[in-house]
């Protein structure tokens, strides 16, 4: 064969293997919007042989002898990229020994449901003896997959590829000294929510609304939908197949709004990956990290905006003419933009999120590089909520037992969140400065300019860059925490008069 039939045959093979990940993914969608409760075992056993054959088919000895010869041979563009990304997975799976993996995945199922109990009876001590156990798992892991530097490196690749925790733990480490007395000097005055918003919104004018705002930011409906799902999420298959969900509250205006409004910052993003490269690695997004500032910067910086309210509030207003009359767009972005220190990460505003991510983040690290142990995070949880946001879980369960990531292995996870609003603040600095005056054109109902430039310099480019290099080439800078820092300190800032 020669390198050009090598390669066609390579992208078969790729093809194949995103086509067992498409099905999957259509299942597991399904799973969380449409599927009756009885059909829950089928399913599981049905995701199990798909997973088991797309392992069987990515490791396949002839498959691998194509990659490495390929790896070996000088390509060049996508052709590399997809090759090198094929690799890198291949190598991860081959390295794992298949009794580990079947006792990981084993010990995060009865992990899970011993979380979930634990949280229900508030009894930490129910669940960490799971925790221990997937902890030197996750270990055995990180081991046998390898990794340069720290440990806590095997698994942030995992999220964040070729990130290091010895380059994003001092950001980090920057971020929270200045963040710390911002969200104190907010905290010292903070103000109680506007009564105006306390009624009874109606589920079905709340969607149709949502589905107005999330046309108008250029979500192309013949390429996605929306459903409702109890986690809301971003799912799909490729830029062609965009599957958002969302949940409904009837006490709550906006909660539901921001939710679609962030997915939708994610369903942009799958949309706009390159179609030329469906199926292959350089159609894949860049990293978890890259993809929430997508999400987040259409949340928070356009959708949390006072000029994205100057444009909606009167188009919002026409759903629900009676109990908005009296709001003014003023009003509307306070309400949007409470601080609070709240004790659950998912309900946190802009400022505070930040800190709830790495609280989270430094113990992963004391955990991994045995610093501390498992008994010990209970405690030291509750004394940094402490001294980051000047409150005590009453409970466990609104302490250490409040997230789901731990309870299924995932390490590594959560400072993908941060990092996703370190990008989002650095890029949209950069987007202000080549696309012109950004807010005149939210008021105006114009977010296409934005997303034109987000689709050029972001989303096109697929996996053709990692995140540094995308951010250093996009903003000329390496990633740094100003523009985050100065985006919170000027917006709340003038909001709580500091
Ligand atoms: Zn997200």
Redesign the pocket.
């Known amino acids: 064969m020669n390198a050009t039939e090598t390669y066609d045959d390579f992208c078969l093979r790729v093809r194949e293997l995103s086509d067992l990940g498409h099905a999957a993914g259509m299942l597991g969608w399904d799973q969380e919007t449409q599927m009756p409760k009885r059909g829950a075992q089928g399913r599981a056993s049905a995701l199990g042989t798909l997973a088991g054959l797309h392992h069987e088919k990515l490791v396949d000895p002839q498959f691998a002898d194509l990659v490495e010869s390929l790896a070996d041979s000088p390509l060049a563009g996508d052709l590399e990229i997809n090759v090198r990304e094929t690799r890198r997975a291949q190598l991860r799976a081959m390295r794992l020994p298949k009794q580990l993996v079947v006792e990981l995945s084993r010990t995060q199922s009865l992990a899970h449901e011993a979380w979930v109990e634990a949280r229900i009876a508030d009894d930490f001590a129910q669940f960490r003896p799971w925790l221990e156990k997937l902890l030197s798992l996750q270990l055995r892991v990180a081991d046998a997959v390898g990794y340069e530097g720290s440990v806590y490196n095997a698994f942030l690749d995992e999220f964040e590829p070729y990130a290091r925790v010895e380059q994003m733990g001092p950001l980090l480490e920057q971020l929270r000294k200045r963040l710390v007395p911002l969200v104190t000097a907010i905290l010292d005055r903070q103000r109680g929510p506007d009564p105006s918003f306390q009624c009874d919104w109606d589920i079905a004018k709340q969607e149709a609304f949502g589905r107005q705002v999330i046309g108008d930011l250029g979500f192309d409906w013949d390429a996605g939908r929306l459903d409702v799902s109890v986690h809301p999420f971003?799912g799909g298959v490729g830029p062609d197949d965009v599957r958002l969900t969302t949940r409904y509250q009837a006490d709550q205006l906006t909660s539901s709004l921001f939710g679609m409004i962030?997915?939708t910052?994610?369903g942009l993003y799958e949309q706009g990956l390159p179609p030329e490269q469906a199926g292959l690695p350089v159609c894949e997004s860049i990293s978890l990290g890259i993809?929430?500032s997508q999400?987040?910067m259409l949340e928070n910086m356009v959708g949390r905006s006072r000029a994205f309210w100057q444009y909606q509030l009167p188009r919002m207003q026409e759903f629900f003419p009676d109990q908005l009359r009296n709001v003014d767009v003023e009003q509307m972005y306070r309400e949007v933009n409470r601080v609070e220190a709240s004790m659950i990460r998912v309900e946190a505003d802009e400022v505070t999120y930040n800190l709830h991510i790495l609280l989270r983040f430094e113990l992963e690290q004391a955990l991994v590089a045995g610093e501390i142990a498992v008994a010990d995070l209970p405690g030291i949880w509750n004394e940094r909520m402490e001294s980051y946001l000047g409150i005590h879980p009453a409970n466990d369960a609104e302490g250490v037992l409040q997230d789901i990531h731990w309870s299924s292995g995932l390490i590594g996870y959560f400072p993908t969140y941060t990092l996703?609003n370190l990008y989002a603040a650095q890029l949209f600095v950069q987007a202000r400065h080549d696309v012109g005056d950004l807010e005149a054109q939210f008021a105006r109902g114009e977010t296409a300019p934005l997303l034109s430039w987000l689709r050029e310099k972001v989303h096109s480019r697929g996996r053709r860059v990692t995140a540094t290099q995308l951010v250093e080439e996009v903003t000329g800078r390496p990633l740094g925490i100003d523009a985050l820092m100065n985006y919170l300190e000027g917006k709340f800032g003038e909001l709580y008069d500091l």
Do not use: F, K, L, W
């Open positions: 971003c962030h997915e910052g994610h993809h929430e999400s987040r996703g």
